[in-house]
């Protein structure tokens, strides 16, 4: 069973340019999750998406930033015009489908995104 | 505000020691996690508890509700547990399942 898959596990920008970060959940989860590490810092959550809806995005910057999860394929972190703040680990997680009122999150690898 | 802390934020200890790693939250959760990240690497979650206690292997996690307080132990520490030790928590109510995260623990073992 393949875990949750993340790609490119880095990637280098430069300010301006868009990066596209992949999220494949573990087979069967329908939760995503998005997290940012920042360099020196812990981790802060960004958006949770179910297929095809955004359930949350609180923790998501009002602009450049955009998130999806569609019904075919894997969940996409958008950041548009990158700038050198940007720069740090992404990371994705899954759940499968919640009957508690919580659920273990499955992490993927990460992405580290540097802009230069 | 919903607050997670942990302590130590660094330890280092000789091989074989017992290790205990600590975390408190400042207002009811819905579960606690404890997560190891080796450096460079990926998140790998060790546990996921509401109440009581769970071992898995040299490694036990005990939470405490009615103090809001949660501990993970290491038994026979080897070099090969150091990494960093997260603690985060599903804070319930806004719809939202994201986990809120303390800032860490580094933890070195020494052979």
């Known amino acids: 069973n393949a875990g949750v898959m993340q790609n490119p596990r880095h990637l280098v920008r430069r300010r301006g340019q868009e990066a596209r970060l992949r999220c494949s959940p573990v087979?069967?989860?329908?939760?995503v999750y998005w997290y940012r590490q920042l360099p020196e810092e812990g981790l802060k959550f960004m958006v949770y998406l179910q297929k095809e809806n955004i359930i949350d995005e609180s923790g998501m910057p009002k602009e450049r930033f955009s998130a999806e999860f569609p019904k075919e394929g894997p969940s996409i972190l958008r950041i548009q015009q990158v700038v050198r703040g940007d720069s740090a680990a992404y990371f994705c997680?899954?759940?499968?489908?919640?009957?508690?009122?919580?659920?273990?999150?499955?992490f993927g690898p990460g992405t580290r995104l540097t802009v230069l | 505000k919903n607050e997670v802390e942990q302590s130590p934020q660094n330890l280092t200890a000789q091989e074989g020691e017992f290790i205990t790693i600590n975390c408190s939250y400042s207002v009811g959760i819905s579960a606690l996690h404890w997560l190891q990240q080796h450096p460079g690497g990926g998140i790998v979650s060790l546990f996921m508890?509401?109440?009581g206690k769970k071992k898995h292997g040299r490694l036990i996690a005990t939470i405490n509700i009615q103090e809001k307080h949660s501990s993970l132990h290491i038994t026979a520490s080897h070099p090969r547990d150091s990494a960093v030790y997260i603690c985060?928590?599903?804070?319930?109510?806004?719809?939202?399942?994201?986990?809120?995260f303390g800032k860490g623990t580094h933890l070195i073992i020494q052979p």
């Open positions: 997680a899954s759940s499968p489908v919640i009957v508690a009122t919580y659920n273990e999150q499955f």
């Open positions: 087979k069967g989860h329908s939760h």
């Open positions: 985060a928590v599903n804070f319930p109510g806004g719809g939202a399942d994201g986990l809120t």
């Open positions: 508890l509401s109440s």
